[in-house]
């Protein structure tokens, strides 16, 4: 069963890094699949940060793109956020995920429980 | 980008009454629209994908329908477990988009 584990530290001050990491667990990110996050800002809606594919490919959401790096550690099976320059719009529940692949279309079939990330001075 | 537009924003309904959820999508997304459902506090879990095909565990009262551009969520008699929110998705483009979302709450 995969399973999904996001860690970071839960509060940023404005204009710093926000960095996380997921920890994949029954699966080897190696192995294929696209790998990324999805934030929530509390009360609101989802929103797609982007994803990473298991050769390295990248894709962001265009909002996001000038601010976002997901890259991926095979070796330890973890693959990382980095949003720099936040701002308190920033705060979120961030949520790593894995998709599926039925085959002419993918969904997202694997989430992590969500790690709140507060942005404060 | 790929606007998802859901209908409506909140809902009040009985337990047994016949829900229709609505996503409209910007551009013609073929049948590559997902639903998912969120409980407080939780991640959300995927109900339909391809807009028509039930996940694997998904009671039968969940349904969908639709291509193109104008897709449906249908609960025929709604549960006490089915007051949620409920989310559709976009995977037509490699930059996803969700809906605003739908509030399903007890009347």
């Known amino acids: 069963q995969v399973q999904l584990q996001e860690s970071g530290p839960g509060l940023v001050k404005p204009s710093e890094t926000l960095s996380l990491t997921c920890s994949v667990s029954?699966?080897?990110?190696?192995?294929?699949?696209?790998w990324g996050w999805i934030r929530q800002p509390p009360g609101k809606g989802l929103e797609w940060i982007g994803f990473?594919?298991?050769?390295?490919?990248?894709y962001y959401n265009p909002s996001l793109k000038s601010r976002v790096t997901i890259s991926v550690d095979t070796s330890k099976n973890q693959f990382s956020l980095k949003l720099r320059s936040v701002t308190a719009a920033d705060t979120a529940v961030y949520y790593c995920?894995?998709?599926?692949?039925?085959?002419?279309?993918?969904?997202?079939?694997?989430w992590g429980q969500g790690t709140l990330v507060t942005v404060s001075s | 980008d790929i606007q998802m537009t859901q209908s409506p924003s909140s809902l009040s309904a009985s337990v047994g009454d016949r829900v229709t959820i609505t996503c409209r999508a910007s551009?013609?997304?073929?049948?590559?629209l997902n639903w998912y459902q969120q409980k407080p506090g939780k991640a959300p879990k995927v109900l339909i994908y391809a807009a028509s095909s039930l996940q694997g565990g998904v009671p039968s009262r969940f349904s969908g329908s639709g291509s193109g551009t104008d897709f449906t969520l249908t609960i025929s008699s709604l549960q006490p477990e089915d007051f949620a929110t409920y989310y559709c998705?976009?995977?037509?483009?490699?930059?996803?988009?969700f809906g605003q979302g739908t509030k399903l709450e007890i009347k």
């Open positions: 998705q976009q995977s037509y483009s490699t930059s996803y988009t």
């Open positions: 990473i594919y298991h050769s390295g490919s990248t």
């Open positions: 029954g699966y080897s990110i190696s192995s294929g699949y696209y």
């Open positions: 551009q013609t997304i073929t049948s590559y």
């Open positions: 995920a894995r998709d599926v692949d039925y085959g002419s279309g993918r969904y997202v079939g694997y």
